[in-house]
């Protein structure tokens, strides 16, 4: 199995890389990232684990590049973002260089392009198109999927994240949470997808490990994603908060700051310098998330809640080297090309089974976390 990691030498993309080279079927990993002093360095550390591992030098800012670095592998798997700038791209190239895709892509407008605009074009080439197999999208789809699976009509969807400020290194994680508050949100309502501004839905929930805390809605993928698999939906609402820096991420928005790329890269640049991070040698603080479907069952209504925690890195890494691999040995739910969000093509008992064998990770049915999730 040959497999090639877009943005291998960044925060998540690295985890990807040290999760794919510790499975004995992974004969090459192709670590493809403009910042190659990273990229081999991260070779280096990796050079006696097993498969062989190739630094590619590439700038996704050239097609042409792209799709010749993707040429020859099994299945590309992306971590590189901001994904509202690159997913659309990547994706092109995957089909017109005849490759399997898997992202963590958690932009919305991302997620909706690549569907609207790609969804033919794999089909039509046969090629499998994953989008958002992270944690938040990623976790929280199989999550929301599991769940709904259980009922006759699962009507209702939320999602709640608490990411600490200090965790998610890198400029694309300062980029992507500047984007989800920084203009309208998609919010699936009524049977269509309506556009809320950032901030204007404000509710206090219970988050394990963290407590009650107000959350507000924010840009994500999964209302978008979600209402294609599961029609009944009624309502997909997805929250977040990122501690006391939330409120400067919604006023930078609402002054429209951070409406454009251009925009948030200036931001961006400035915030970076300001955010707090792990002091040296210091875990990274875990975060929380929470699925909660509501909807009917033999005729009487339900409300089910999966819930966990931590650290962003792992919880979003690991998920997407473990659908690569899915795809790679056609593990999956559908055999026909297309744009799938991940809750339409991977098992939810496969991957929370293979993420807390790699990393211990577990879902409770609880918020206490008394109950786990028996997978």
Request: net charge neutral.
């Amino acid at each position: 199995m040959k497999v090639i990691v877009l943005g291998g030498a960044g925060d998540m993309g690295s985890q990807t890389v040290e999760t794919l080279a510790r499975h004995p079927e992974v004969r090459r990993i192709t670590i493809a990232d403009r910042n190659v002093a990273g990229a081999e360095a991260l070779a280096r550390r990796l050079a006696e684990v097993g498969p062989e591992i190739i630094v590619r030098p590439m700038d996704a800012r050239n097609p042409a590049d792209v799709v010749e670095a993707m040429r020859g592998h099994d299945v590309a798997a992306s971590a590189l973002g901001p994904f509202y700038r690159f997913e659309a791209p990547l994706v092109r190239a995957a089909i017109e260089a005849g490759v399997d895709y898997v992202s963590i892509c958690d932009d919305w407008i991302a997620a909706k392009q690549v569907i609207e605009e790609l969804d033919a074009p794999a089909r039509q080439h046969g090629r499998r198109i994953v989008i958002g197999l992270g944690t938040s999208p990623g976790l929280s789809n199989l999550a929301a999927a599991y769940l709904a699976r259980q009922m006759d009509r699962p009507l209702r969807v939320t999602i709640t994240v608490y990411q600490p400020p200090e965790s998610g290194h890198g400029m694309a994680v300062l980029q992507h949470v500047l984007f989800i508050y920084g203009g309208p949100a998609p919010v699936w309502r009524n049977g269509q997808l309506e556009m809320v501004r950032a901030g204007k839905i404000v509710r206090q929930v219970e988050l394990p490990m963290v407590g009650r805390m107000r959350v507000w809605n924010a840009g994500h993928a999964e209302p978008v994603t979600l209402p294609r698999h599961f029609p009944s939906l009624e309502e997909v609402t997805y929250l977040m908060s990122v501690g006391a820096w939330t409120r400067l991420f919604l006023w930078l928005g609402q002054l429209r700051l951070t409406a454009t790329p251009e925009r948030i890269d200036r931001v961006a640049n400035v915030l970076a310098r300001l955010l707090p991070t792990p002091k040296e040698g210091a875990p990274e603080p875990p975060g929380a998330l929470r699925v909660d479907v509501e909807g009917v069952r033999d005729g009487q209504p339900v409300h089910r809640t999966l819930c966990g925690v931590g650290q962003m890195r792992p919880a979003t890494g690991v998920p997407l080297a473990l659908g690569a691999l899915m795809l790679a040995r056609g593990q999956v739910l559908v055999t026909e090309g297309g744009v799938y969000g991940p809750e339409a093509v991977i098992d939810p008992v496969a991957l929370l089974r293979g993420l807390r064998e790699e990393t211990g990770l577990q879902a409770y049915t609880d918020v206490g976390m008394t109950q786990p999730l028996e997978v």
